[in-house]
C-alpha cells in the first residue's frame, strides 16, 4: 500500500526545482516506494517566484514567507534549498514542528550550524538527507564497492578534484553566494564540501588535513535587481569577495592513506570537472562526472606497466538499473537528484537512514572549518 507524504519546498533557484522534479520523477523509478510525495507548498521571498512554480509544477499552493509552513500540518517533509545562511533557521524551525529535511549540502555556513540541525533533528526524532549527489553516481558506488573488498589492495594515496567555471566571468554578480555572512566560505562550501563526502564515502575518516586558500576575483558588482543561479552584473556599485574561490588540501586518512583535494569555482575553460583517482597497493580507480558512466579500472599483479580498463556501469552498480537496462546507457545529474530522493523516501518510510544524512553534512562541515584554520594559520589541523 502506498502512503501520501506531503512535502514542501524552501528556496526555488535551480536547486529547488531539482528537488521538485525529482519529487515527480522518483516513484517512475523505484515503483516499490511505501511513499507517494505529494507537492503541497512552494516558498520563496522572490516576488511571483514561488506561484510561477505552483502553476508549473503542480503545488497545491504558494507563498513568499517559508514560516507558513511551519505550522501546515499537510507538510510532514520540506526540501531546504534556500540559500547557505538560512539553512540552520529553517531547518531548527522545520524539525522542531516535526518535519522531516531534505537539506542542501552544506547545512549552513559553519560545522556549528550543521551540528544544531542535526541536533535538532535527532531530538524531534525526524530523518535527514544531505545533497552529497555525486555519492550516488553508481560508477562511484562501483568504486566504494572495489575499495571496500580490498580489490585494488590497500588505497595508499587518493586525488579529488571540483574546478567550475561558474563564478570565472568578472561580471559575475556579488549574489549571497560571496558574502561571508550569507554564503559561508565560498568555493568551501560549495564545491570542496562534495570532495570532504567522496573522500569519507570513498576512502575513510579523515584524521588530520593542511590548507591554502585564494580570492582571485576580488571584486564583483552588486545586482540590482533579483538573481537566480550565477548571473552576471554590469554597472552596479563593486563589491568585495568575502569567500574563497579556491582551495588546494592536503588529507591524512585515519586508514594511512594520504590524499590530495583541489577545488575551484573560477577555472576558465573548466565546465564541472569533477572526480577523483585512487591509488592503491595493486591498482587503481578513475572517475569523471563528465563521462559519469564510465570508471577507469587497473587491478591485477603486474605493478608496473599495469594497464587500465574502461568499464561501463549498468545493472547491478549502484541504482542504475532503475533508470536503464543496459550498461553504457547514460545518466544525468539530475538522476542522481532522483536516487536521493529515493533515500529521503525510503528512510521516512523505513525510519531508518539511507543515503547521504545530518551526520555526513557535520562531518563535511567539521573538515571545512579545519581547512579554514589551516589556511589562516598556514598549519595542519587535527579533526580527531
Not at 500540518?73 to 534556500?82: E, F
Not at 561558474?166 to 558574502?179: C, I, K, Q, S, V
Not at 563521462?291 to 556501469?313: F, H, I, K, N, W
Amino acid at each position: 500500500m502506498v502512503d501520501t507524504l506531503g512535502v514542501a519546498v524552501v528556496g526555488f533557484g535551480w536547486m529547488g526545482r531539482v528537488h521538485t522534479q525529482a519529487y515527480a520523477r522518483v516513484l517512475h523509478h523505484f515503483p516499490r516506494l511505501t511513499l507517494r510525495p505529494r507537492l503541497i507548498t512552494v516558498a520563496d521571498e522572490v516576488p511571483g517566484r514561488a506561484e510561477e512554480a505552483a502553476e508549473r509544477y503542480g503545488f497545491e499552493s504558494a507563498t513568499r514567507n517559508w514560516r507558513e509552513i511551519v505550522a501546515d500540518p499537510r507538510v510532514r517533509a520540506v526540501s531546504i534549498t534556500a540559500p547557505n545562511y538560512l539553512h540552520r533557521e529553517i531547518g531548527l524551525a522545520m524539525a522542531e514542528a516535526g518535519k522531516h529535511l531534505w537539506v542542501e549540502k552544506p547545512v549552513g555556513l559553519t560545522a556549528d550550524d550543521a551540528r544544531a540541525v542535526a541536533g535538532a533533528a535527532a531530538e524531534a526524532g525526524v530523518h535527514g538527507t544531505v545533497g552529497f549527489n555525486y555519492r550516488n553516481a553508481p560508477a562511484v558506488a562501483a568504486a566504494r564497492e572495489m575499495v571496500t573488498a580490498g580489490e585494488i589492495g590497500r588505497v595508499i594515496h587518493v586525488r579529488i578534484r571540483l574546478f567550475s567555471d561558474y563564478a570565472a566571468h568578472p561580471e559575475g554578480a556579488l549574489t549571497w553566494r560571496y558574502e561571508r555572512e550569507r554564503g559561508g566560505s565560498g568555493v568551501l562550501g560549495d564545491l570542496a564540501s562534495h570532495g570532504v563526502d567522496l573522500a569519507r564515502h570513498l576512502i575513510g575518516e579523515i584524521d588530520s588535513l593542511a590548507a591554502d586558500t585564494a580570492v582571485f576575483v576580488p571584486e564583483r558588482a552588486r545586482p540590482t535587481g533579483a538573481t537566480s543561479g550565477h548571473a552576471r552584473a554590469t554597472g552596479g556599485e563593486l563589491g568585495r569577495v568575502e569567500n574563497d574561490d579556491y582551495v588546494n588540501c592536503l588529507l591524512r586518512f585515519a586508514s594511512g592513506a594520504r590524499g590530495v583535494l583541489e577545488a575551484c569555482r573560477v577555472s576558465v575553460g573548466e565546465q564541472n570537472n569533477y572526480g577523483f583517482e585512487i591509488h592503491g597497493t595493486e591498482g587503481a580507480l578513475f572517475w569523471d562526472f563528465r563521462r559519469m558512466g564510465e570508471l577507469g579500472v587497473s587491478r591485477g599483479t603486474a605493478y608496473q606497466d599495469q594497464p587500465v580498463s574502461t568499464v561501463y556501469v549498468g545493472p547491478g552498480h549502484g541504482e542504475y538499473e532503475a533508470f536503464q537496462p543496459g550498461a553504457a546507457n547514460a545518466m544525468g545529474y539530475d538522476d542522481l537528484k532522483v536516487i536521493e530522493a529515493h533515500h529521503f523516501l525510503r528512510s521516512i518510510a523505513e525510519n531508518q537512514p539511507h543515503g547521504a544524512t545530518l551526520a555526513d553534512a557535520v562531518a563535511a562541515a567539521t573538515a571545512l572549518d579545519a581547512m579554514t584554520r589551516s589556511a589562516e594559520q598556514r598549519a595542519w589541523v587535527s579533526l580527531a
